[in-house]
C-alpha cells in the first residue's frame, strides 16, 4: 500500500497482506514499528499503528492498533500478552472465549456426572 510505513529489522512472511480501507488520497494503510514480526498469511487492514517488538499471529487479521511488545493472534486479531522488555516478563490477558469454553466444559462434566448418577 503507497501510505504503509515499515521501520527497521522487521520481518514479514509469505503471503502478508497490509490492506488500506479506502480510495481516498489519506493515510489508509498500517503502519509497522520496528523489530516487528508478521507471520505467514497475516492481513493487517486500515490506518493502524503496529508498536515496536510486536508479534503478529500466522493467519490473524489485524483491524486495530496494538501496543509495543505485544503479541497479536486470532480472526479479528487481538492481543492475548504483552512482555515487559525491563523485567522479560510476560502478562497473559483475559481470553474471554477461552474462559468461555473452559466454563462450558465445567457445565458439561457436571451434567454427565448427574446423568452416570441417575443412571445407577
Do not use: F
Request: proline share 5%.
Amino acid at each position: 500500500g503507497e501510505t504503509a510505513e515499515i521501520g527497521n529489522n522487521v520481518v514479514m512472511y509469505q503471503g502478508v497482506t497490509l490492506g488500506g480501507t479506502s480510495h481516498q488520497r489519506a493515510k489508509r494503510h498500517p503502519t509497522l514499528g520496528n523489530n516487528v514480526l508478521v507471520g505467514v498469511g497475516a492481513k493487517l487492514i486500515g490506518a493502524i499503528t503496529i508498536g515496536d517488538n510486536t508479534k503478529i499471529g500466522a493467519g490473524s487479521v489485524v483491524v486495530s492498533s496494538a501496543p509495543a511488545n505485544a503479541t497479536v493472534v486470532g480472526v479479528p486479531g487481538r492481543v492475548t500478552e504483552v512482555r515487559n522488555p525491563d523485567t522479560d516478563t510476560v502478562e497473559r490477558l483475559p481470553d474471554p472465549v477461552w474462559e468461555r469454553l473452559e466454563c462450558l466444559e465445567r457445565r458439561i462434566a457436571e451434567l454427565e456426572k448427574r446423568l452416570a448418577e441417575g443412571s445407577k
